[in-house]
């Protein structure tokens, strides 16, 4: 097995100075002299924790009242400002235009930079609250996606009287999504695959369903899913890459491809939803049915856990002490264990992938190959650092573990992959609009990532496994 923890000596020069930039960014973030503050009486605050030098409460507009990094040319008159906000409100209103807005954004990695455009419509009628979405995006490299949902949304149908913030709602989505996918890299099945026999596979795939949640209480939701799933899955017809038909040709899931059936119970305890911390778990028991070939039917149990932590004050406008939410901490855990009765397995396009970003676009082993490892169950633990530096650029520093398995006994601490890595986060209001970083660790060099991700420690409910729909 390769080295862990190594820096390859062919360690590119455009990630070294990336690492190097990002570096002198957090010290010098960390280490400047404290900015202005708004004046507040003596005293005011003390004894709530540490705080930052100049931390910002939040994003702030730029603008000569803002506390914290201000953008270049900020103070170099009204008119530069006025022009400043001008271009930066004119491009974010091309991306969160209501009802249409464009979208520039990649399917699964390794798939290219697209663009398209997406329709959000409201069309309330008491007591619901009604939202049709409709999504349409296309790479440069003939990758696409469509997908269409309705949600509906509710006051709890709970029995008993909950003292429920407004977010908690009986919440259910119809939906119905077409991806075209014509070359993934596939490096075979199990922990320990041999990248020198890298094969290429096309998929197109595409499912209809419905799920519903419904809280328990102001802490907990239960919720559901049914959908039915149809894969076409196969080989690709090209003089430079090898197809996965003729390197692996007894892959589960080549050859005849049935319908699936997919039931899922799951549920989602969210706690608190504001800062010094906030947790957000989705834990659901799934079963898919091959109704075709009798096959391919398996049973699945996940626990996909997001912890967000806020160690950082920063003051208010009327001097309270705040948590400072432009400061903390996401630990992630995901553990995928799937289960097949004799003479059926688990279809290889449905099995979690550690490696890079998966097809969900989420991140595992960042130091490594996109999908290099493959398999019926897997664990994975991240840590992530994340500090907004200014409105619309921040960075951030992670480290992972995980493996994947053949067998759900295999599920433990030996034997895990690691990586490590900086970035550089670009936002736009609340979210992460771009990411890049460099991930090292795996002993074959660097892993650069350019691209919009999921793992932002503000949207959580992500890694919702291989049939997952793509809405935020």
């Known amino acids: 097995m390769p080295t862990r923890f190594r820096i390859s000596k062919f360690f590119s020069a455009p990630a070294a100075v990336l690492c190097i930039s990002v570096i002198v960014f957090l010290t010098q973030s960390a280490f400047a002299a404290p900015q202005a503050a708004p004046p507040c009486p003596p005293g005011a605050g003390v004894g709530h924790g540490p705080q930052p030098p100049g931390a910002p409460s939040g994003p702030q507009p730029p603008g000569p009242t803002a506390v914290g990094p201000q953008p270049p040319g900020s103070s170099s008159g009204p008119s ?14 091309l991306f969160t235009a209501k009802p249409v807005h464009l979208i520039v954004q990649g399917i699964v ?17 008491d007591p619901w609250h009604r939202k ?54 596939f490096y075979g099945i199990g922990p320990d695959p041999n990248l ?17 949640t419904d809280p328990l209480a102001g802490w907990i939701a239960v919720g559901g899913r049914v959908e039915t799933l149809w894969h076409d899955a196969g080989g690709v017809s090209s003089p430079a890459a090898q197809s996965i038909t003729a390197l692996y040709p007894t892959t589960p899931g080549l050859g005849p491809q049935p319908n699936l059936l997919h039931y899922e119970l799951s549920l989602h305890p969210h706690l608190p939803a504001q800062p010094p911390f ?33 160690p950082f004050h920063t003051l208010a406008p009327d001097c309270r002490k705040i948590r400072n939410k432009d400061i903390f901490f996401t630990l992630h855990g995901l ?9 059926h397995a688990v279809p290889f396009y449905l099995q979690p992938t550690l490696g890079g970003t998966d097809a ?5 082993l960042r130091g490594f190959k996109d999908f290099q490892f493959r398999g019926p169950n897997a664990i994975l633990m991240q840590v992530e650092y994340n500090h907004r530096l200014w409105k619309y650029l921040g960075a951030f520093a992670f ?22 890595g900086l970035g550089v986060s670009f936002w736009m209001n609340d979210l992460v609009l771009f990411k890049i970083y460099v991930g090292l660790g795996s002993g074959a060099g660097a892993h650069p990532y350019f691209g919009i991700p999921n793992f932002t420690g503000e949207t959580l409910l992500t890694g919702r496994g291989p049939s997952a729909t793509p809405w935020n």
């Open 109 to 125: 990695p390794g798939g290219g930079t697209g663009g398209g455009a997406r329709l959000d419509k409201d069309f309330d009628r």
């Open 335 to 343: 553990i995928v264990a799937s289960d097949a009765s004799a003479g």
């Open 399 to 420: 480290y992972d573990a995980g493996k994947v398995t053949l067998s759900k006994g295999d599920l433990n601490f030996a034997n895990l992959r690691q990586s490590y």
């Open 278 to 310: 906030n947790i957000d778990y989705l834990i659901s028991y799934g079963f898919y049915q091959d109704h075709d070939t009798g096959r391919f039917s398996f049973r699945r149990l996940t626990f996909n856990l997001y912890n967000n932590f806020y």
């Open 196 to 212: 020198a026999n890298e094969a290429f596979f096309s998929e197109r795939d595409t499912l209809l369903g419905i799920d519903a």
């Open 132 to 185: 049709v979405a409709l999504t349409g995006l296309g790479t440069i490299r003939g990758f696409s996606m469509a997908e269409l949902q309705l949600r509906f949304a509710h006051d709890p149908f709970t029995p008993w009287s909950l003292p429920l913030d407004v977010q908690d709602s009986f919440v259910t989505h119809i939906y119905a999504r077409s991806r075209n996918l014509p070359r993934m890299p």
């Open 80 to 93: 530069q400002t006025s022009t400043g906000k001008k271009i930066f409100g004119d491009v974010e209103k």
């Open 360 to 364: 969900n676009n989420d991140p595992t």
